[in-house]
């Protein structure tokens, strides 16, 4: 089966503790992206990577960071700097540059700060 | 900052009806448009893409982009149920050698039997 994974599905964190969502596709997609969302909000771009061993900050990077070490895997740390990091996070992939317009989603991981 | 647009809802229609669901957005450099579907509690689901302007038609969906009116709608005809969702709206841009997407925060659905 092609397709984005993304684990866990439910996180809990304590306050002050860095947690990491992992995300993996199979599609052979060189572009994967992080997204956020909050109830009533739609998607807002965390980081995006074309290609391995390269990424780029997104619309609301801080207190977040991500590797890009294999084409297929995507990681994201949300840190203790990030304010309010309880949200529906959402990975995608997709082609890369001018061919790369639709991205496809895994089905996300909710992160809940207690 | 560009933004995307769209009426929050919640837009409620009868079964069997035409939902029309409308999207603004003020890049004028934007290229392509999407619209996906997100059930409540899943992820966004790619229902349909436009690149020119007119309609485009997927069997119960049509896309329909105005580039001179910055305007892109999604016309679902003989509503269902079953297609009771949050429907986002997006569109993409180029920024140096990198594309990206930016949603709308989405319309409510609601399809009543």
């Known amino acids: 089966d092609g397709g984005i994974t993304q684990s866990p599905k439910y996180l809990f964190r304590k306050e002050g503790q860095n947690v990491t969502l992992s995300c993996e596709q199979n599609?052979?997609?060189?572009?994967m992206y992080w997204y956020r969302q909050d109830p009533g909000q739609g998607l807002r771009l965390i980081y995006y990577s074309q290609i391995v061993n390269d990424f780029q900050k997104g619309d609301i990077a801080e207190g977040y960071s991500v590797s890009r070490e294999k084409k297929e895997s995507f990681p994201l740390t949300v840190t203790s700097a990030q304010k309010n990091p309880t949200a529906f996070y959402l990975c995608a992939s997709s082609l890369a540059g001018a061919l790369g317009n639709e991205q496809f989603f895994g089905p996300g991981t909710r992160l809940t700060v207690l | 900052q560009k933004e995307v647009e769209q009426n929050s809802g919640p837009l409620s229609v009868p079964e069997g009806a035409i939902a029309s669901l409308n999207c603004t957005y003020s890049?004028?450099?934007?290229?392509?448009f999407f619209w996906y579907r997100q059930y409540s509690g899943k992820s966004p689901e790619l229902i349909m893409s436009i690149y020119s302007n007119g309609d485009k038609e997927d069997g119960r969906f049509t896309a329909q982009l105005n580039k001179a009116s910055q305007y892109v709608s999604l016309l679902i005809r003989d509503s269902q149920p079953s297609d009771s969702a949050t429907y986002l709206c997006?569109?993409?841009?180029?920024?140096?050698?990198?594309?990206?997407?930016?949603f709308g925060k989405g319309t409510l659905l609601t399809v009543n039997p």
């Open positions: 890049d004028r450099g934007s290229q392509s």
């Open positions: 599609l052979n997609h060189d572009a």
């Open positions: 997006a569109d993409r841009r180029q920024g140096g050698s990198n594309y990206k997407l930016t």
